[in-house]
């Protein structure tokens, strides 16, 4: 994402144009887009002509418009973006008051306006505008016959390809079916992976499964690569690397999240005092100046209800004035799905505090 130009004032109202230049760009502004703000942005509109003879036609032309927003709609497979809503300035081609789609698109600028500039939004531009948080790990995470080929970026944890090939069991005295269909299948991750990762950005490759399916894969990859003298494979080998991992399931690929979270469910066990979850208790902790790890969903912060967000808001902000660390968990990486249901945040404690069972939960706000 490249930020061309912020104008926030004192009172933290303001608007920001961003160009989002690649796809996960389009999951960071649906993060950024709430319900009640002002986006303008270039869009196709279908408009009726009438010739001076009387007949009329239609054309399609490019415009730009700018909505009060009242709907984001997110595809997270395609990485697509249309935001409704209502025109706000009148142009030759559009009256104020019609509603329109916006599908936000690559490399096109667009400016968002807010009545309110939060820390949370404003750090979601500082990490989409990083140039250093790029998708440049790549994984396969394999075991006989099923591998997922995926990009980890620090937002998501996007599926390129799912290889499936069924291995047949090894005979008494005959391996022949189960080395063949194993050939099938290393063949078709190999391809996978010179048709969906680009060695150009990806700069590490982890090749994940349990026992020694990765060992015997990569074998085959390079002894493969030199048979058939595939130079983009021998010329990136150094970029290879071989982990353990406890099934070929998407969600065996461990991040820093899941390590997080894993801690939390360790500690919820052995120490459950220091171990709080739902927005009631965590908040009793962050008074208490005992929060060590906040573990927050992404997916609390589009709530559309203005107070409800600045609850959430003003969480994090506590945690951190107070010297500690925040983890906001993204809910299109598998871990977010886990933090979802314990309400979408929790937080492992410095030290124990006094039992907070009476606090009361906010149901209504633990949904989007």
């Given amino acids: 994402m490249k930020l061309v130009h912020k104008d926030i004032e004192k009172d933290n109202a303001g608007q920001v144009t961003l160009i989002p230049e690649e796809a996960e760009d389009m999951w960071h ?34 415009t730009t ?23 706000i300035q009148e142009n030759q081609y559009v009256k104020m008051g019609a509603y329109h789609t916006i599908e936000l698109e690559l490399n096109r600028k667009f400016t968002l306006a807010k009545k309110v500039w939060d820390s949370v939004v404003l750090d979601r531009i500082e990490q989409a505008c990083d140039p250093a948080q790029k998708a440049d790990v790549a994984a396969v995470v394999m075991q006989e016959g099923l591998a997922n080929l995926v990009l980890v970026t620090p937002a998501m944890t996007l599926l390129r390809a799912k290889v499936e090939v069924t ?43 349990p026992g020694f399916v990765k060992d015997q894969f990569i074998s085959y990859l390079f002894k493969e690569a030199v048979r058939q003298d595939c130079k983009i494979l021998l010329e990136n080998r150094s970029k290879f690397m071989v982990v353990h991992s406890s099934s070929g399931h998407k969600y065996s690929l461990k991040a820093g999240e899941v390590k997080a979270l894993e801690d939390f469910y360790k500690m919820l066990q052995q120490e459950p005092d220091r171990a709080f979850y739902g927005l009631a208790h965590v908040e009793r902790a962050s008074e208490a100046l005992a929060v060590d790890i906040l573990l927050i969903s992404d997916k609390l912060f589009r709530h559309q209800d203005i107070a409800t967000r600045s609850r959430y808001v003003r969480l994090v902000d506590n945690v951190k004035e107070n010297g500690g660390n925040v ?14 249901q314990l309400s979408g945040v929790a937080a492992i404690l410095r030290f124990p505090i006094a039992d907070v069972s009476e606090a009361e939960e906010d149901s209504s706000s633990d949904e989007d």
């Fill in 327 to 340: 983890r906001i968990f993204s809910s299109l990486h598998v871990s977010g799905d886990q933090l979802n």
């Fill in 65 to 87: 418009l700018t909505l009060c927003v009242e709907t984001i709609d997110f595809d997270s497979q395609a990485c697509q973006l249309r935001v409704k809503g209502t025109n």
């Fill in 29 to 62: 502004t649906y993060n950024l887009l709430q319900v009640g703000d002002s986006l303008r942005a270039s869009t196709i509109r279908k408009v009726q002509t009438e010739s001076s003879t009387g007949s009329v036609g239609s054309s399609r032309v490019r």
């Fill in 167 to 209: 291995i047949p069991r090894k005979r008494k005295g005959s391996c022949t079916q189960h080395d063949k269909a194993l050939e099938r299948f290393y063949e078709a991750v190999m391809q996978g992976i010179l048709r969906h990762f680009s060695f150009d950005v990806v700069k590490c490759i982890l090749v994940a499964s």
